[in-house]
Nanobody, 114 residues
Framework: QVQLVESGGGLVQPGGSLRLSCLAS????????MAWYRQAPGKQRELVAI???????NYADSVKGRFTISRDNAKNALYLQMNSLKPEDTAVYYC????????WGQGTQVTVSS
């Protein structure tokens, strides 16, 4: 059974930066495309960024140019560098496979506010 543990969230002022991390255990992490998702209060979970097993990336238009997704297969780790944060980025952030997700982790709260 795969376990996903997200970390790195917090409270940050608009324009600030955060780096989220996700550790996956119990599976062959490197063969899967992985993604970051987020869910704001009262809204559906949305896809933020995807990285293929080979390292190709794609981003939602709302974060393009501000967020960077990366992975370290040796550590079964996924990262999301978030720069120039805006209040509308406030959400709980989750990592999971890009397709047919595993069981969701707890997520990590990101709050952008002055």
């Amino acid at each position: 059974q795969v376990q996903l543990v997200e970390s790195g969230g917090g409270l940050v002022q608009p324009g600030g930066s955060l780096r989220l991390s996700c550790l996956a255990s119990g599976s062959i992490f490197s063969i899967y495309g992985m993604a970051w998702y987020r869910q704001a209060p009262g809204k559906q979970r949305e896809l933020v960024a995807i990285i293929s097993s080979g390292g190709a990336t794609n981003y939602a238009d709302s974060v393009k140019g501000r967020f960077t997704i990366s992975r370290d297969n040796a550590k079964n780790a996924l990262y999301l560098q978030m720069n120039s944060l805006k209040p509308e980025d406030t959400a709980v952030y989750y990592c999971n496979k890009a397709r047919i997700p595993w069981e969701w982790g707890q997520g990590t709260q990101v709050t952008v506010s002055s």
